[in-house]
């Protein structure tokens, strides 16, 4: 099944509005319904990531499991999940971040990661960079080295990628406005 000639952007809808008025929720659900649109992002983030030696990916709660896994099984690394504060049950390391709409943190075990570790961070969606720096910044505290951040989808106008500096940021399907 060839994956190389399908339009990722195709499959992101914009929804007006959500979660709050003012907000412009891209919606990946239709890309997430088609297998080759799923596959072809998995494909595409992990041809970026093969070449850093990855040994784990970090990715948020929720949407960023959802191609976090598949990506670090695609790249034969770790997967650490990065959950809301309550939801894991072993001893965790937090961290609060600011998002357009509000605050929020999340965890990770505090035994997840060890010194020296390379880590590609990972979520859906990248805006103003407050969940990825919150996810940097509970890798490098917790010892283990940040090789790059990728993301689905990158709203390029919010600056989020400035926020990463000097982290290696990639994104598949930028938005300039």
Do not use: W
Not at 4 to 22: E, H, K, T
Not at 74 to 103: C, D, M
């Amino acid at each position: 099944m060839s994956t190389s000639g399908i339009d990722l952007r195709a499959f992101v809808r914009d929804i007006p509005d959500f979660p709050q008025p003012g907000i412009a929720f891209k919606d990946i659900t239709p890309l997430l319904l088609d297998p080759r649109a799923t596959d072809a992002a998995v494909r595409r983030l992990a041809r970026f990531a093969e070449r850093l030696d990855i040994e784990f990916v970090v990715a948020a709660e929720a949407r960023g499991f959802i191609l976090g896994g598949a990506l670090a099984r695609q790249l034969g690394a770790g997967f650490v999940p990065a959950r809301k504060p309550g939801k894991l049950p072993h001893e965790t390391v937090s961290a609060e971040y600011t998002l357009e709409y509000g605050i929020n943190a999340l965890e990770v075990h505090a035994d997840a990661l060890a010194g020296g570790h390379r880590v590609l961070i990972h979520d859906d969606l990248l805006a103003t960079g407050g969940t990825a720096s919150a996810l940097c910044d509970l890798v490098t505290r917790l010892g283990a080295e940040v090789v790059a951040c990728a993301f689905l989808v990158e709203l390029s106008y919010l600056g989020g990628r400035a926020r990463l500096a000097p982290n290696r940021v990639f994104s598949l399907i930028p938005y300039e406005a």
